[in-house]
Structure formats: C-alpha cells, structure tokens
Nanobody, 115 residues
C-alpha cells in the first residue's frame, strides 16, 4: 500500500516562492522515480516535473527555469521549489511515484497565487 504525505501548499503573492514536499510510505523498500503534476480549475491535469535519479530531472515548459524538483537521498521523498510564481500557477499539485509499472498519486495540495 502506497501512502503519501504532501505538504507546503498555500497562498502566495505573485512573484513569490513556495516549496512543496511529498513523502511516500516507507513500506516501499526501493527508491523510485517521483514527479509532480498540477490541475487548475476547468483545465486538464498538466505535467510539472519529474526526477528519475539525483540530478536527472525533466520539467514541463511552463515551469522551466522557475521550478526545481529534488529528492532526499535514498528515500522516496520529493520536493518542489517554486519561484517567480504567477496566478497561472494556481492549481492543485499532485505528487506521483512510479513503482514497477504503476503510477501512484498523492491526494494533492492546493497552491493559490493571488494578490
């Protein structure tokens, strides 16, 4: 059973920064690729970032140069540092982990960018 603990969402002003974290249950013995997706109201879910291994990262075009994904060493814990936020970044952010051939999703955390 895969369980997530996501935290760090909230309200931030345009131009501000926010950091999200995602910890996956320790019942998973190996380290697997993790990522973040987001879904804004009335829009489809969108890829944000993925980390395959330390230093091996992929980003969606809307967040390149502003967001940074990282992970703890030898743990299924991922972080998303978000800088230069705009109202277009407002969404529910979901953490994912790919275990074998399955992708698991966290419950999501709300990020709102507004003045």
């Amino acid at each position: 059973q895969v369980q997530f603990v996501e935290s760090g969402g909230g309200l931030v002003q345009p131009g501000g920064s926010l950091s999200l974290s995602c910890e996956v249950s320790e019942t998973i013995s190996r380290v697997y690729p993790m990522g973040w997706y987001r879904q804004a109201p009335g829009k489809e879910r969108e890829f944000v970032a993925r980390i395959l291994a330390p230093g091996v990262t992929i980003y969606g075009d809307p967040v390149k140069g502003r967001f940074t994904i990282s992970r703890a060493n030898n743990k299924n814990t991922a972080y998303l540092q978000m800088n230069s936020l705009t109202p277009e970044d407002t969404a529910i952010y979901y953490c994912t982990i790919d275990v074998s051939n399955s992708r698991y999703w966290g419950q999501g955390t709300q990020v709102t960018v507004s003045s």
